[in-house]
Every structure is written in C-alpha cells, then in structure tokens.
C-alpha cells in the first residue's frame, strides 16, 4: 500500500477546559474517497478545521506526503493543496459561474493587466468538462439561478481549477434530492478518479457505502476505526458511529471501561 | 439492498443526462439577432430589468412634456437638460460603487459641495489655477471618503449612521471653509464656469461621436478574437454591428441636436455662437468609460461585485473586504467633489446650504431609476446616466408645467415618488429574479 498523502497521529485539541480531539489518527489516500463518519460532537468539523488551518493543533503530528509539516492557517494548507468546500458553500449570487470559480484568484492578461475573461472561461469550461458537468448550461449563468446540486457541482469544480491535492467536502449531499445526490457522489468518484484524495464528511450512510473506498469513524473525539468499505456494512459502520466499536472494530479500552462499571 | 439503491440512483442520473445531451459548458450565446433579441426578452421577463425603465420613462416624459408645451424639444431646452443632468449624474456614479456593496452615502452631497467650497477658496483667496481647485477640491472628498469608510469597515458603524453624521457635521464644515459674511463665494475662474456652460465645437463634437463608436467597435472585436482563439462561442458579427449602429444613430442625434445654434439675433450679429455638445457631457462620457473599465474589467471591480453579493465568500476567496469597503466611500466622495463643482459652475459660486436639501437623494433616485439595486449586488455606472437623465427631463419639465403657489410643493411630491416607484420597481425585479 502505498504512502498516504495525509496523515494525522495522535492529534488533540482543546478548547479551555473541553478536549474535543484526544489523539486522533487519520490518513487519505491519493485516488481515494475516505468518508469521515460520526455522530454530532464527535469532532468531525473540529478536525477538519484543524486539518485546514482553521484551529491550530495542541499535540500530535501532521504529516504531508510523508513529511511533517506545520500548519498555521488556511493559506498554510491551500499552499499545500488543501481545499475545503464547506456546507455553505459561500458563492457570490450575483456573480456567474466563470467568475465565481476563479474569484479572489482571478487571471490577467499579461500586457493590458485587465481581467482575461476568455482565459477563464476556457478553463472553467474545461474543468467542467473534466468532471464531465452535464448538468448546467452555461458557464455565464448566474449563480443565483442555479439549483442546489449545481452550486454544490461549482463549488466542487473549483477544487480541479486549483490543482488540488486533498479536497474536503464537508456534507455535500445534505441538501439535496435524489437525482441531484447522485449527480454529486458521481461527482465526488471523479474527483478521487483524477487522483485527488478526497475526504467526504456525511450522515448518510448510502450515500457512504456508495462512493467511498474508506471509512473513518469518530467516537468522542478518538478514531474508532478506519477501515476499507469493502469489509464493513451499514450495521457496522452505525455501530461505530453509536458506540464507539462493532465486534472486533473499534475503540477497546472504551469497551473495557464500559463493561467495567455495568459489572 | 444497498446494492439496488445504488443503481436505482444510476438510473436517475442516465435519465437525467439524456434528457440533457448537449454538454456545452462554454457561454449560451445566441447566434442570430432574433436569438439575441429573444435571449433578452426572457431576461427581462426573468427580473433582469437593465435599463428598460428608465429608458422607457424617458421616452414617455418627453412624449407628455413634448405635448404638452410646445418648447420643451426645442434644442435650447435639450442643452439645458443635458446640463442639468450633469452634477446628479456625477454623484450618482460614485454612489453606484457604494450601493454596489448595499451601502449607502447620505452625506455626499454636502462632502461634495464643502469639498466645491474648498477648491472654491483655493480659486478666489489663493488665486490657484483650476486645475489644482478642482484637484485639491478631488482630495478634500477623497480624504473625507476615506474617514467614512474606514468608519464603516473598521469600526462596523453602520453606513447609514455614518454618513448621516457627516451629512449633519459637514453643514458646519461648509460654513467655516466658506467663511464669509455673505455666505458666499464667487467664482470668477471661467474654466470653472465652463464645466457646467462650456461648449465643445461642433466640429469637435462628431470627432469626439466618431472616435467613440470606433474604440466601441475596435474593443467588442479585440474580445471576440480572444474568444474565437480559446474556441469559446462568440456574439455574431451582425449583433455587433447592430449595437455599433444603435449607438452610433443614438450618438449622432445627439451631437446634431447640440449642435443646433441657439444664439439669438444680436448674438448673431456680434458673431456669437451658441452651440456644441456640453463639457459636463463629455465629462461624463470620459468617466463612464473609465469607471465601467474598473468595475468590469479589472479585479478591484470584480471584487467589488463579490464583496455585495456575499461577504463571506469574498473573505474566504482572500479578498480584502476591509479595504474594498473602505474604497468606495473615497470614490464616492470624490466624485460628489466634482458633482459639487460642477454645480458651483452653475451657480457661478459656492453658498453655505449648497448640496443639502434632496441633491444627495436625486442622486440615490438616479442611480436607483438606471437600475442599480439598493440591495448591493446589482448596478452599472451607465445606470446613473441613465437615472440622471429621466430626473433632469422630469425637473425641467415639470417646473415649466406646472404653474403658481403651490408648484414646488407638487414638484417635490412628484420627485419624492418617483424615488419610491424606482425602489419599487427593483424589489419587485428582485423577487421575479428568485
């Protein structure tokens, strides 16, 4: 198995006097969809944002390509090619797609030094065509008459534009209906295909089981498991998500501890 | 079963992309005149009003103030029009950036009149040339622009609050920079005059019409070869040419009207003429195209743009939110310094009260009358020419219209509900847009 493009040991993190993070192990794999599982509070988001540059970390190692690094804020880790796409998505409605995918990082020409629009159209339209986008129109459209699935299909395209190395989706589907959540899991499954290693957090346990190669599940703040899809089902994954361990998987000590004051 | 659900959901997806088979994710451009003219009727119909309303309130103002007094379309009242258009249109251009963000600036007009007042005093009691009046007047604005913004961004005061302070204050300002028993200064710098009554020859006019229409031209060409290059669709040469045409029709109207010599007979025989495009015309035509230019084509107008539409998106794209905040503020006071100027040039001097009363709110109506949104998000400089135009029909004609004691007070109702209907008219295009 090859070298993980990402990888956390032992992470922790604190807020005063709550610890939110107690030593959470956690790898991605380039090519590869890994699903971060787990309950409300389980330190989904906070390890994430850690992961992101967001909070800075108390303890542990962050490594990038097997070497550690240090990752002081969002800039630090886009310079690495992290990218998270966050639920909120944060578009500007009154801008198209062209301008929203290239805003804040938008090209010049190099002799008039004003916005080259046909550049970036090109290459929207291309990064599109490279997640093979069916699904909108046109590139000028504004986002605001875009529907759910296609602000999330934007948002996502963005991270291609980018070069990205990992992408985090942080519950892309959360909002949306049936054909327009497959059309983002799809989605998802190319991005991964394009050799990125993508991070997808969700509730939905389908929507797990169908596109990820990995999952990691989070209990209270440790990592219960991570382990491949293909030798995990839904009963096992909820088991984790609930209790922290599913027969032989997951969190022993917890387990122990529990039986030690049922006896 | 998860096995089935998954491909219940492929099927969805295969559905769905056969009913949609063209993958076109280049720009939808309509290919012929018809298509682009359609294309446009289902925006409008979709809430994107542009500039419909204002030019259709043009067309029906002078149709009524046409019938209804016979030298309402003389030339004579065309050029008065034109110029009384000016010093509304200036602010209200600057006011554009600002409502760009959904902010708004309830102090230009007396920022703009006290910084007039500054370049004024500099003029008459330090006998400088224009140039640095208008310059220093420029500079006054900016720095008070500058103090508001950052007010507003730094601070988080909101700018409604903000502004009205200043609007308040700089009543007081005028006063000390004015400083004179008669509350009063007068101008005698003629090139000051000039921006408001200046005329361009007439020769001069067509070549200024002429060299217009052709950079117009030069630029949709130079843009569409970029696209052509990148094999992106491109707008059809016929629609192009159409445009080109509109404008230059429109645009040779216009300078032919101007143009018209109005000197009556003993000017005549003194060999005096009065005719020629209007400064302030030109004057605005130079800044539309420098300020369109910034707000579309260069990434500080851009980010202008992000920044009203979704702050968070623009601070999370990296952009300097503080600092475009802060920026309109100083372009708007600084234009409100010219406007202010501008009007000085009509009244041949400053006075304390100048630029209070509605001057701040006829320009708000202008820009919003174009089609610029109150809401932030949404506005073309070309708005408040636009805006600026229908106001200046509808003043003129209605002082001459309406007649006896009670005239200004209808002509203030009149005023007042045309701002009403024109933010009417953009929170009702604003839900047909949902």
Known sequence: MSEPILRLRGITKSFGPVEVLKGVDFEAHAGEVTALVGDNGAGKSTLVKCVGGTYAIDGGEYLFEGKPVTVRGPRDAAALGIEIVYQDLALADNLDIVQNMFLGRESLNRKTRTLDEAEMEHLAGEALASLSVRTVKSVRQKVSSLSGGQRQTVAIAKTVLWNSRVVILDEPTAALGVAQTAQVLDLVRRLADQGMAVILISHNMLDVLKVSDRVAALYLGRMAAQVKTSEINHTQIVELITAGRSGSLGLVEHAEAKEGAAA | ?434
Not at chain 2, 300 to 318: D, I, K, Q, T
Request: aromatic share 6%; glycine share 12%.
């Open chain 2, 1 to 434: 079963m998860t096995g089935t659900e998954t491909t219940a959901t492929r099927d969805v997806v295969a559905e769905h992309e056969a009913a949609n088979p063209a993958a076109n994710v280049t720009a939808l451009i309509p290919q012929t005149p018809g298509g682009s003219f359609r294309a446009y009727l289902r925006n409008l119909r979709g809430g994107e009003t542009g500039s419909v309303p204002a030019v259709v309130g043009a067309l029906i103002l002078m149709v009524i103030f046409g019938v209804a007094q016979g030298n309402f379309l003389s030339s004579s009242n065309l050029v008065a029009i034109v110029q009384q258009a000016a010093p509304t249109t200036i602010m209200a251009m600057g006011l554009v950036f600002v409502l760009l963000l959904g902010e708004i600036d309830l102090s230009a007009g007396v920022v703009g009149s006290t910084a007039a007042a500054f370049g004024a005093v500099l003029s008459v009691k330090h006998g400088m040339p224009w140039y640095v009046a208008i310059l220093g007047s420029a500079a006054f604005g900016g720095v008070v622009g500058l103090v508001l913004g950052w007010l507003r961004a730094k601070l988080g005061i909101p700018s409604f609050v903000v502004t009205l302070s200043a609007f308040i204050a700089f009543q007081g300002v005028q006063i000390l920079v004015i400083n004179s028993k008669s509350n009063g200064i007068q101008v005698s710098d003629q090139t000051l005059h000039d921006l408001y009554f200046g005329r361009l020859s007439p020769a001069a006019g067509w070549i200024v019409l002429v060299v217009s229409v052709l950079l117009y031209v030069l630029v949709k060409l130079v843009q569409s070869a970029a696209r052509k290059r990148r094999k992106l669709a491109v707008e059809p040469v016929a629609v192009l040419g159409l445009r080109a045409l509109a404008i230059a029709v429109f645009g040779g109207v216009f300078v032919y009207l101007m143009n018209i010599d109005q000197s009556v007979a003993w000017q005549r025989r003194e060999g005096i003429h009065q005719r020629g495009v209007p400064w302030s015309a030109v004057i605005i035509l130079g800044l539309l195209v420098v300020l369109a230019f910034v707000l579309t084509k260069t990434r500080y107008g851009r980010h202008v743009f992000a920044v009203g539409g979704s702050e968070e998106a623009a601070r999370r794209a990296g952009i300097r939110v503080l600092a475009i905040r802060t920026s309109v503020f100083v372009l708007c006071s600084g234009l409100a310094a010219l406007s202010g100027l501008i009007l000085a040039g009509q009244l041949g001097g400053v006075s304390t009260g100048d630029g209070t009363g509605n001057t701040l709110l006829l320009a708000v109506a202008a820009a919003v009358i174009g089609g610029t949104s109150l809401m932030g998000g949404r506005g073309r400089i070309v708005d408040a020419i636009l805006g600026g135009v229908v106001l200046a029909i509808l003043q003129n004609g209605i002082s001459d219209l309406l007649q006896g004691n009670n005239a200004s007070a209808y002509e203030l109702i009149i005023e007042g509900s045309v701002l009403l209907l024109a933010a009417a008219v953009d929170s009702m295009s604003r839900r047909a847009r949902r």
